[in-house]
């Protein structure tokens, strides 16, 4: 069974830093990573992907130069570093990863960036 464990989320003042972490287990042969976001009244986007063959990354233009993805193979955990935190990303994080054609999300960690 594949699961996907989120931590990290909290309340940090703008221009703060936080660290959203995501433990999978149960899943092999994993394509892409990666950390998408939803705010209340919107839908989820994406915010970062990276594929496990080569490492490519991508990034919503909105978080580029202040998030960072990446992943530890040995933990087999994946990383989100968000630093220069704004209210505008206030939003549910939700973790994922792709395996062939199927997707699989966390349960989601809430970020709460004060102005």
């Known amino acids: 069974q594949v699961q996907l464990v989120e931590s990290g989320g909290g309340l940090v003042q703008a221009g703060g830093s936080l660290r959203l972490s995501c433990a999978v287990s149960?899943?092999?042969?994993?394509?892409?990573m990666g950390w998408y976001r939803q705010a209340p009244g919107k839908q989820r986007e994406l915010v970062a992907t990276?594929?496990?063959?080569?490492?490519?990354?991508n990034y919503a233009n909105s978080v580029k130069g202040r998030f960072t993805i990446s992943r530890d193979n040995t933990k087999n955990t994946v990383y989100l570093q968000m630093n220069n935190l704004q209210p505008e990303d206030t939003a549910v994080y939700y973790c994922?990863?792709?395996?062939?054609?199927?997707?699989?999300w966390g349960q989601g960690t809430q970020v709460t960036v004060s102005s």
């Open positions: 149960g899943a092999n042969f994993i394509n892409r």
């Open positions: 994922n990863i792709r395996r062939g054609s199927s997707d699989y």
């Open positions: 990276m594929f496990t063959v080569g490492g490519s990354t």
